[in-house]
């Protein structure tokens, strides 16, 4: 990682060799931020004495000088730096972040100027596209032959808008499947650069969805119980909650405890033990799901019959549930062992 960064600080600086005049060279660190704090065209204008339009007329005209140096090869060490950017994006799909690509270069401890100096090579370079920061886009490089800023932008929304449409996650095979590209690693690189989008588990799907964007602990509970596809103890969330993915997942037992009390979504169908109403369970004690049982029932029932209708629902002991049974004021023996609903 060293060797990277000796390398771009090299490009960088062989690129500011080329600017003459000091006030202009210092108006392209600023606006790239290339000590790790970017200024505004007016904060630089206050610094400068000049307007705010003034660094704006400049910044251009200095950046196509650099372009058409480096287009022509002038600038020291600037090819070196786009053989390494490009190799790396090769590897992230051909286009990233520009945050997670100052990782891959850089290693986990990038910083804002690690990020700044990318963008500021990326900017000049003909062999890369800069996608710029707005609402809908995180700041972005690509390889050039992934096509122009407004180009990549619409295949981002072109991957959106399927993602919409659906109305559900996708895998990337999924997609794959939807979509034109030469890898579903390359989708993926594309998906990343959307704000709208976010990624949890190998699913793609809107940053507003739970499912793959998790912000709070309920939605975290509901994504692992969703995963696990089965009813699990409070205890065993938490852990599978410490071993995740999630951005933020550290929460203590009584915490996740408390929101499965809390939230409609859970049911509670053992000691501890939680499962989903949208598997067909349904809140209630053991006498309740007895009674519900023998309502819906046509015919009488054995005792065996309603512990096994009850086990269905409700991971009890079988004694619990023969204790519950034992209620005269909700429940009338028949025979030696069949039941019914004791009539009001």
Known sequence: M???????????????????????????????GLDGHKETLEQIGETLSVTRERVRQLEKVILVRLRISAKDGKIPDLAAAEKLIIRNLAELGRAAQVKALAKKVFGEKATAADSAALTFLADISASLTIVAENDKYYSAIAISDVGDEKTIRAKVDEVVKIIKENKAPFTLDELDGKLNYEHPSQIAAIASISKQ??????LWGLTKWPSVNPKNIRDKIYVILKKKKEPMHFNDIAEAIADSNFKRKNVTTQAIHNELIKDPRF??????????????????????IITDVLKHSDKLLTREEIVA?????????????????????LFEKVDKNSFKLKEA
């Open 2 to 32: 060293e060797q990277n960064a000796d390398l771009i600080a090299k490009a960088v600086k062989g690129s500011l060799s080329i600017i003459d005049q000091d006030r202009e060279r210092k108006i392209v660190e600023k606006r790239f």
């Open 197 to 202: 989008l976010a990624s949890l588990d190998g």
């Open 267 to 288: 049911v509670l169908i053992g000691r501890g033990i939680y499962a989903l109403d949208d598997w067909g369970y349904k809140k209630g004690t053991v006498s309740e």
């Open 309 to 329: 209708e009850v086990m269905k629902s409700r991971k009890v002991k079988e004694t619990t549930i023969l204790l519950n049974l034992q209620n005269k004021k």
